[in-house]
T-cell receptor
Framework: GNSVTQMEGPVTLSEEAFLTINCTYT??????LFWYVQYPGEGLQLLLK?????DKGSNKGFEATYRKETTSFHLEKGSVQVSDSAVYFCALGSQQGGSYIPTFGRGTSLIVHP | DTAVSQTPKYLVTQMGNDKSIKCEQN?????MYWYKQDSKKFLKIMFS???????INETVPNRFSPKSPDKAHLNLHINSLELGDSAVYFC???????????????FGPGTRLTVL
């Protein structure tokens, strides 16, 4: 079956530091890949996505590139802000036997200090 | 103009009770989901449902049942609540693209269920 593995958190950074959150996946076929963000007390919201190999998703200064050869979709940001403190989820979506199966990683908590 | 809404936001109840959580989406999506998020933020899919098919995660106890009165609503009914059911429950929806569900999901704000 499909699976998503994320680095364990929490990740603690100072403001303006560089961020990387690693994500690797196992899937059959050609999945779409996503990063979602969950701010405290809220639901998940889509941060960025990529639908095929070598695609780069980007939004709000965050980027991730779909690497089929390494089955990875690492999230990066060049300079984090306190307001980026949240839980980040890597996810994939694929068709299996005519049904859509979303699979989420366990989430990585990011804490940014001023 | 909320896209995916859930009610109630908080639900506190006694063990053994039966309760329901309601979910509505006004996005015109065809597929809806229910997720359970535990205290460590682990997100577990419980059900996915469109107007043709219900897919149940086989690890979900049969005390949980989704009910869909129409395409825009997917309610979650829970019988005989247990302490371990305490969690945050999220509803989500996805559009179909050329008959294939491959796009992102839109999540509701969550319902925090506490079983005493």
């Amino acid at each position: 079956g499909n699976s998503v593995t994320q680095m364990e958190g929490p990740v603690t950074l100072s403001e303006e530091a560089f961020l990387t959150i690693n994500c690797t996946y196992t899937a059959t076929g050609y999945p779409s890949l996503f990063w979602y963000v969950q701010y405290p007390g809220e639901g998940l919201q889509l941060l960025l996505k990529a639908t095929k190999a070598d695609d780069k998703g980007s939004n709000k200064g965050f980027e991730a590139t779909y690497r089929k050869e390494t089955t990875s979709f690492h999230l990066e940001k060049g300079s984090v802000q306190v307001s980026d403190s949240a839980v980040y989820f890597c996810a994939l979506g694929s068709q299996q036997g005519g049904s859509y199966i979303p699979t989420f990683g366990r989430g990585t908590s990011l804490i940014v200090h001023p | 103009d909320t896209a995916v809404s859930q009610t109630p936001k908080y639900l506190v109840t006694q063990m053994g009770n039966d309760k329901s959580i309601k979910c509505e989406q006004n996005l015109g999506h065809d597929t809806m989901y229910w997720y359970k998020q535990d205290s460590k933020k682990f997100l577990k899919i419980m059900f996915s449902y469109n107007n043709k098919e219900l897919i149940i995660n086989e690890t979900v106890p049969n005390r949980f049942s989704p009910k869909s009165p129409d395409k825009a609503h997917l309610n979650l009914h829970i019988n005989s609540l247990e302490l371990g059911d305490s969690a945050v429950y999220f509803c989500a929806s996805s559009p179909l693209l050329a008959g294939v569900v491959m796009n992102e999901q839109f999540f509701g704000p969550g319902t925090r269920l506490t079983v005493l």
